[in-house]
């Protein structure tokens, strides 16, 4: 599950040890999900997760595209909302003709509605890479978008489509009312979609979206056309994300033009780049990540997009490979027993961190709240956001907290080099 989705050559023999290590953390992964409800039993705990699932998906489904194959999409949300938007149609279909197909089945239509449309659209997308690609996907995304309003007799128009789950035939006794059952449905769907995303990266298929990803002209000169494993990486990605779709559309009891919506397009990949695309795992951490702060922070405070974009630029900048690239670095370090070195840095680093990331959320909330003239509490303390203290108080945390944070990093950078070299007289790191 940790494996790097880059394109190797090298045939390598894993020893046993590394398979009961692989498929133990599916194991524990799979018993996380069936004992979370278990210990976490209310309602928010269990829409939480649900949402979490889905997303979870959902991100896996574009890392097909921008970690695997190297297409950046604005419009990946188009895939999601119109498998909502076919499973929700189904169930209602299944409810007005008595249709033998119970809700557990639902998903795999939502993904059969993204892949459609993947078939349809994707031939001319995946012509071109790059800023092209990037360029059509935002289009497309929009004018799907834009439809789904004026196309009522599909989309519903602004109301979008509703339905009913429970009105669909049981399966086993359960009706999936209680949101208990959704979980599950959602987790089962979670765990099929994940394995047969990862067995994708292991097929001859998943390596040469890698080296389509990495080297497209090298590609067509070994005889394979990079159009052509662009268009099917396209497809799959669609039919996965239909399928986070369908999900949702069966949480929500609802499909709408918001699940087409340029901020869906955003969150996903918010997600997959804040978890990291070079790992299978990163998306699935960005998925959490993002949707536990996006369920938290709109509670908190109504500038949390802008707390979103703070963090994706300092992804971007300072962690490129994300916060799976972010433990994977650490990896070496482990093996060669020198992280230990480091650790001491990194406590010394986190107060003046703290400080200036204190600073930062007090300035944003000053400036959000000014206005209005609601306090602000931060970590118990509250502040007036139109007294001078607070803006003082804002200023010497950023300031202060930025200049000794920068002489700390310094100092995690000379620790870390002491011990990436040692590490590599030992072996551990090339």
């Known amino acids: 599950m940790t494996s790097a989705t880059t394109s190797t050559s090298k045939a390598t023999v894993k020893p046993a040890g590394g398979s009961v290590r692989f498929y133990g953390v599916w194991l524990i992964g799979i018993a996380a999900l069936i004992v979370l409800p278990m210990i976490f039993s209310s309602g928010g705990s269990l829409t939480s997760f649900s949402l979490i699932g889905i997303a979870i998906v959902f991100a896996l489904s574009y890392n097909i595209l921008l ?29 007005s003709h008595g249709w033998p197909i119970p809700l557990p089945f639902i998903p795999l239509f939502g993904g059969l509605g993204g892949l459609v449309f993947a078939m349809i659209i994707g031939w001319v997308m995946t012509k071109r890479a790059g800023t092209v690609f990037a360029m059509i996907s935002l289009g497309i995304g929009e004018l799907v978008a834009s439809s789904s309003l004026i196309l009522r007799s599909v989309f519903g128009g602004e109301s979008g489509i509703t339905t009913d789950r429970t009105a669909l035939p049981k399966l086993l006794g359960w009706s999936f009312g209680p949101q208990l059952q959704v979980y599950y449905l959602i987790a089962f769907w979670l765990v099929l979609s994940a394995i047969a995303m990862y067995a994708l990266t292991r097929t001859p298929l998943g390596r040469i979206c890698n080296a389509v990803r990495d080297n497209p002209e090298r590609v067509q000169f070994i005889g394979y056309d990079p159009h052509v494993v662009r268009y099917i990486a396209f497809c799959f990605a669609g039919f996965f994300a239909g399928i986070a779709g369908g999900l949702a559309a069966i949480n929500f009891e609802i499909a709408n033009s918001a699940y087409l919506g340029a901020i869906q397009s955003g969150l996903v990949l918010f997600s997959t780049f804040i978890g990291g695309t070079a790992f299978f795992f990163g998306p699935i951490l960005g998925a959490i990540l993002v949707t536990y702060l996006q369920l938290g922070l709109t509670n908190l405070t109504t500038a949390w997009q802008l707390y979103f974009g703070i963090i994706f630029i300092g992804i971007v900048m300072y962690a490129p490979g994300g916060i799976a690239g972010l433990l994977m670095m650490h990896r070496p370090l482990i093996r060669a027993g020198t992280l230990w070195t480091v650790i001491p840095s990194y406590l010394v680093a986190i107060v003046p961190t703290v400080a200036l990331a204190c600073g930062v959320i007090l300035t944003i909330e000053t400036v959000a709240r000014f206005a209005g003239g609601d306090a602000i ?47 590599r007289d030992r072996g551990y790191l090339a």
Not at 76 to 94: D, W
């Open 67 to 95: 970690g695997q194959t190297g297409l950046l999409s604005f419009g990946h949300a188009v895939h999601y909302g119109l498998g909502g938007f076919a499973a929700t149609h189904m169930m209602n279909a299944v409810v």
């Open 377 to 423: 509490n931060l970590f118990g303390i509250a502040f007036n956001p139109t007294s001078p203290v607070t803006w003082i108080a804002a200023a010497i945390l950023v300031v202060g907290g930025a200049f000794v944070a920068r002489l700390t990093w310094r100092r995690i950078a000379e620790a870390w080099d002491r011990a990436a070299t040692v590490a």
